[in-house]
């Protein structure tokens, strides 16, 4: 069992920045694949991106077209939590922000969404224009 608390949501201007942390218990997070994922109103859940196990110390990132660039995603396994830096914010951006656990996909083609099993409560995260 994972259990996994965001933070660091917030309100910001446009062009500022922001890091979320998930906060994850369970001995074998750091061999879990997390995803990030956002839910504007009125709008589905979307994959902003995500980080899966490499191999010893190496870790693959992905990130949605929209977000690639402006946001990094980084594991601390020493404090068992993930960030998601998030710079060059824009309105559009404004969302609550989920980090989830579980399975990434097998290839490049499948959801993020299908291999989280575990789910962290969400954070929001408000730009303003």
């Known amino acids: 069992q994972v259990q996994l608390v965001e933070s660091g949501g917030g309100l910001v201007q446009a062009g500022g920045s922001l890091r979320l942390s998930c906060a994850a218990s369970g001995r074998a997070f750091r061999l879990s694949a997390v995803g990030w994922f956002r839910q504007a109103p009125g709008k589905d859940r979307e994959f902003v991106g995500g980080?899966?196990?490499?191999?010893?110390?190496?870790?693959?990132?992905y990130y949605a077209d929209s977000v690639k660039g402006r946001f990094t995603i980084s594991r601390d396994n020493a404090k068992n939590t993930v960030y998601l830096q998030m710079n060059s914010l824009k309105p559009e951006d404004t969302a609550v922000y989920y980090c989830?656990?579980?399975?990434?996909?097998?290839?490049?083609?499948?959801?993020?969404?299908?291999?989280?099993?575990?789910w962290g409560s969400g954070t929001l995260v408000t730009v303003s224009s």
């Open positions: 989830a656990a579980g399975r990434a996909p097998n290839s490049d083609s499948a959801p993020w969404l299908d291999g989280m099993y575990y």
């Open positions: 980080s899966s196990w490499g191999g010893v110390g190496t870790y693959y990132t």
